[in-house]
């Protein structure tokens, strides 16, 4: 599978963007897909997953309320919605896919095999 994140940029705090993430090479809607992000000095750490054969999501505390993950099997895309930003939401954000389904891995860089080259984000205050 071939990922291409796109949709970052530069927003004010409280504003939106949406990433989409791209596949292509595989049926797309057997793979979970996450999205994760980096910031400067900091590990990579996971934002929201969704499972390929029934949607279901998981999102990390820190964005839950504000972002929403959904997918077009499709249009092999997977987007993320992210309102409410804040400042602290500046980062790379990368999307990766994975055959696993199982939430306790799907939450950890290790359970992804494939990824995307990541988009910035950048909040502004």
């Known amino acids: 599978v071939q990922l291409q994140a796109s949709g970052g940029g530069l927003v004010q705090a409280g504003g939106s963007l949406r990433l989409s993430c791209a596949a292509s090479?595989?049926?797309?809607?057997?793979?979970?897909v996450g999205w994760f992000r980096q910031a400067p000095g900091k590990e990579r750490e996971f934002v929201a997953a969704?499972?390929?054969?029934?949607?279901?999501?998981r999102y990390a505390d820190s964005v839950k309320g504000r972002h929403t993950i959904s997918r077009d099997n499709a249009k092999n895309t997977v987007y993320l919605q992210m309102n409410s930003l804040k400042p602290e939401d500046t980062a790379v954000y990368y999307c990766a896919a994975t055959r696993s389904a199982i939430w306790s891995t799907l939450t950890t860089v290790s359970a992804y095999f494939f990824w995307g080259q990541g988009t910035l984000v950048t909040v502004s205050s």
């Open positions: 090479g595989r049926t797309f809607s057997d793979y979970s």
């Open positions: 969704i499972r390929g054969s029934f949607g279901s999501t």
